[in-house]
């Protein structure tokens, strides 16, 4: 082998080297967007839903069903799905009217997570009073 030929086969070397390193990167980079896909995907929790629902009993009662005014809904027992879809829909404007402009102000400022734990909680609340 000539001077040529061994930088050659180094090059050759360090190329594959380089190769199995880039793969490992990415594999690894897969696991963790897996990861932290499983976590986006984590079952909504009734505990942080009753935590964020210190924003909305003001308005709607800390029972979820005895607003501070007659034209704010009762929401307590309402179906999980829905009050995410009421959240997403004040959230992206969509719906509209007198009030909706109350409720758009707080529901801009919840993530999907929030929407989704908010919903267990207060479908969960006890609506036979
Ligand atoms: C400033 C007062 C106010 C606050 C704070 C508020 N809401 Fe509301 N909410 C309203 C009003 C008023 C309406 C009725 C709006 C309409 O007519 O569309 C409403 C409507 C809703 C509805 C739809 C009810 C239905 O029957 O369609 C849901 C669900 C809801 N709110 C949940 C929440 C949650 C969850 C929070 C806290 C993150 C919250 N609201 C905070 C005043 C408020």
């Known amino acids: 082998?000539?001077?040529?030929?061994?930088?050659?086969?180094?090059?050759?070397?360090?190329?594959?080297?380089?190769?199995?390193?880039?793969?490992?990167?990415?594999?690894?980079?897969?696991?963790?967007?897996?990861?932290?896909?499983?976590?986006?995907?984590?079952?909504?929790?009734?505990?942080?839903?009753?935590?964020?629902?210190?924003?909305?009993?003001?308005?709607?009662?800390?029972?979820?069903?005895?607003?501070?005014?007659?034209?704010?809904p009762k929401i307590a027992g309402q179906n999980r799905k829905y009050i995410v879809n009421a959240l997403q829909a004040y959230k992206n404007g969509r719906r509209t009217g007198t009030y909706a402009a109350l409720m758009a102000e707080t529901a801009k400022n919840l993530s999907d997570a929030d929407i989704e734990n908010l919903a267990v909680y207060i479908s969960g609340l006890d609506d036979s009073k």
């Open 1 to 72: 082998m000539n001077t040529m030929q061994k930088a050659q086969a180094k090059t050759f070397a360090l190329g594959r080297s380089g190769t199995i390193f880039f793969c490992l990167v990415v594999a690894s980079a897969y696991v963790g967007v897996k990861v932290v896909a499983a976590n986006s995907v984590a079952p909504p929790s009734q505990d942080q839903g009753q935590l964020k629902f210190g924003v909305c009993a003001p308005c709607h009662g800390g029972d979820g069903r005895s607003g501070a005014l007659p034209e704010y």
